[in-house]
């Protein structure tokens, strides 16, 4: 294990550290507790509150979104492992402004687990809460077994349009309704070239041979479709952007937003190679595209790899998704209609 760290016990702590010494002007923690991040700069009194959470290793997943029109708050779990509903109850107070919070995460049980017991003391509180869960991952399942799908890189999307949402004023029911209609728009497949290592593990999560790529990899590490022969760069997207296409259908007058999202270990170059031949794939198919975000969204530690996640766009999440958004992590300007 080749990694720039202290001792592997220590990495989320010394790494949130960092991210706060880097970043206190818009994050901090609050209960004492490093793994209860949110947003420095103070909220607007009402308006919604926007909370995820997951497991570090991922950046910048999870907490990288917390910011200027984009999320509140995160519970920070470490690395691959959910947070405690203590943390994300924790969170959660610290972001309540009197109108509610939503809780956006991805499919994973522990996850789940710890949300909905987190909701509960929450309510003991006088805390309204709502959720709405990102499962974007085609190649976790079938399209009849939707309800099982994990949730990766896709889960940017609801971020953006909860966030634009809460900022715009909206209420947590009509927020969450924004939220789940992005996150339903939205199919993300990924492929893999080689492994990641987790620290305390210090060794590979799984093996890919040299001449080998895993098609529908999970970003922990989770099996996909298939394993097969390495393909070249317009093969894969060839084969992979079919999948998602086929689960949306486009009519006349909605967009695409495309995001090609690098793994951990996979140069820009790498993927605007890919993005040459989805651009094309698009064209032949008269689907425009409104914005391309291309860049690493969802990492998993040190994987060669990339994700690609479509989002259909009508003129209603076109319009939250253009919203500008400030974060460490991630800026948008206005986007133009």
């Given at each position: 294990m080749k990694?720039?760290?202290n001792a592997p016990s220590e990495y989320v702590v010394e790494m949130l550290a960092g991210i706060y010494a880097a970043h206190p002007r818009q994050l901090k923690y609050v209960a004492d507790d490093v793994h209860c991040l949110v947003n420095a700069v103070p909220a607007v009194p009402g308006k919604v509150g926007l909370v995820t959470g997951g497991g570090s290793g991922h950046l910048p997943l999870f907490l990288g979104y917390v910011g200027e029109g984009m999320l509140d708050g995160c519970a920070v779990?470490?690395?691959?492992?959910s947070p405690s509903a203590d943390q994300i109850l924790n969170v959660t107070k610290a972001v309540d402004q009197g109108s509610g919070?939503?809780?956006?995460?991805?499919?994973?049980s522990g996850d789940i687990l710890n949300f909905d017991l987190a909701a509960e003391l929450a309510g003991f509180d006088g805390i309204n809460t709502a959720t709405v869960v990102g499962a974007d991952d085609v190649g976790s399942a079938t399209a009849d077994r939707r309800s099982k799908r994990r949730g990766v890189a896709g889960i940017f999307f609801i971020y953006k349009i909860a966030g634009a949402a809460a900022a715009a004023g909206l209420g947590l029911e009509e927020v969450a309704r924004l939220a789940a209609r992005?996150?339903?728009?939205?199919?993300?497949?990924?492929?893999?070239l080689s492994p990641c290592i987790i620290p305390e593990v210090g060794t590979p999560a799984f093996t890919v041979a040299e001449d080998e790529m895993?098609?529908?990899?999970?970003?922990?590490?989770e099996p996909g479709i298939s394993t097969g022969k390495r393909e070249s760069a317009d093969r894969i997207?060839?084969?992979?952007?079919?999948?998602?296409?086929?689960?949306?259908?486009?009519?006349?007058?909605d967009q695409a937003a495309i995001l090609l999202n690098g793994l951990g270990a996979t140069p820009k170059d790498e993927l605007y190679i890919l993005y040459n031949r989805i651009h094309q794939v698009l064209a032949e198919r008269r689907i425009a595209v409104f914005h391309v975000y291309c860049g690493e969204f969802a990492t998993a530690m040190?994987?060669?790899?990339f994700s690609l996640s479509v989002c259909k766009l009508d003129a209603e999440l076109k319009g939250y998704l253009a919203q500008p958004a400030n974060t460490p992590f991630f800026i948008q300007p206005r986007l133009d209609n």
């Amino acid at each position: 294990m080749k990694k720039f760290i202290n001792a592997p016990s220590e990495y989320v702590v010394e790494m949130l550290a960092g991210i706060y010494a880097a970043h206190p002007r818009q994050l901090k923690y609050v209960a004492d507790d490093v793994h209860c991040l949110v947003n420095a700069v103070p909220a607007v009194p009402g308006k919604v509150g926007l909370v995820t959470g997951g497991g570090s290793g991922h950046l910048p997943l999870f907490l990288g979104y917390v910011g200027e029109g984009m999320l509140d708050g995160c519970a920070v779990g470490d690395v691959f492992q959910s947070p405690s509903a203590d943390q994300i109850l924790n969170v959660t107070k610290a972001v309540d402004q009197g109108s509610g919070v939503l809780y956006l995460y991805g499919n994973y049980s522990g996850d789940i687990l710890n949300f909905d017991l987190a909701a509960e003391l929450a309510g003991f509180d006088g805390i309204n809460t709502a959720t709405v869960v990102g499962a974007d991952d085609v190649g976790s399942a079938t399209a009849d077994r939707r309800s099982k799908r994990r949730g990766v890189a896709g889960i940017f999307f609801i971020y953006k349009i909860a966030g634009a949402a809460a900022a715009a004023g909206l209420g947590l029911e009509e927020v969450a309704r924004l939220a789940a209609r992005a996150g339903d728009a939205t199919k993300t497949i990924g492929v893999a070239l080689s492994p990641c290592i987790i620290p305390e593990v210090g060794t590979p999560a799984f093996t890919v041979a040299e001449d080998e790529m895993e098609l529908g990899m999970g970003i922990h590490g989770e099996p996909g479709i298939s394993t097969g022969k390495r393909e070249s760069a317009d093969r894969i997207i060839d084969r992979i952007l079919p999948l998602l296409l086929d689960e949306l259908t486009f009519s006349q007058n909605d967009q695409a937003a495309i995001l090609l999202n690098g793994l951990g270990a996979t140069p820009k170059d790498e993927l605007y190679i890919l993005y040459n031949r989805i651009h094309q794939v698009l064209a032949e198919r008269r689907i425009a595209v409104f914005h391309v975000y291309c860049g690493e969204f969802a990492t998993a530690m040190e994987m060669t790899g990339f994700s690609l996640s479509v989002c259909k766009l009508d003129a209603e999440l076109k319009g939250y998704l253009a919203q500008p958004a400030n974060t460490p992590f991630f800026i948008q300007p206005r986007l133009d209609n």
